[in-house]
């Protein structure tokens, strides 16, 4: 993989780890999407639905198709926020708390299987570059805005 980019590496890796995913998700006939949502709910206080989407990194239209979905199956279920009430909480019920655990439990074993193969000083390293890469994009230090707003 050294003849690749950057980019390219980080790409196909998370198609894969979406791939892996999808197929222990497809086997409870849901999504990886819905396993993410699951895991990024507060399980005891609800979350409110406008802090789901920049949690997941997902954009307001997917993340509305998957909430839909998710209460159609009866995983959660949306209540009136009391501090703010123009504002929605999204519970988990029972159910989707069951499958919260599971999706929990498929996170933790792939980390486990990484880590039990890789060295953790190579793990360290990986997080650093990984934040260096963050730190990049987030502060515009890749690509000045001036150049793009002048194209």
């Not at 993410?36 to 307001?60: H, K, N, Q, W, Y």
């Not at 990484?114 to 934040?131: L, M, P, Q, T």
Request: aromatic share 8%; charged share 30%.
């Amino acid at each position: 993989m050294k003849d690749k980019t950057i980019d390219y590496c980080l790409r196909a890796t998370w198609q894969a780890v979406m791939k892996m995913y999808n197929e222990q998700a497809a086997q409870f006939d849901t999504t990886m999407a819905t396993g993410f949502a699951l895991l990024s709910i507060d399980p005891e206080e609800g979350t409110p639905s406008t802090a789901l989407g920049p949690r997941m990194g997902m954009e307001a239209t997917s993340l509305s198709r998957t909430l839909k979905a998710m209460e159609e199956r009866g995983l959660i279920e949306r209540k009136p926020n009391p501090s703010d009430g123009r504002g929605v909480l999204i519970h988990l019920t029972e159910f989707g708390l069951e499958k919260r655990d599971y999706s929990k439990d498929r996170v933790i074993r792939f980390n486990e299987a990484v880590r039990a193969d890789i060295s953790e000083e190579k793990i360290n390293h990986f997080y650093e570059v990984i934040e260096t890469i963050n730190d990049l994009i987030q502060n515009k230090k890749i690509y000045n805005p001036i150049e793009t707003t002048l194209k």
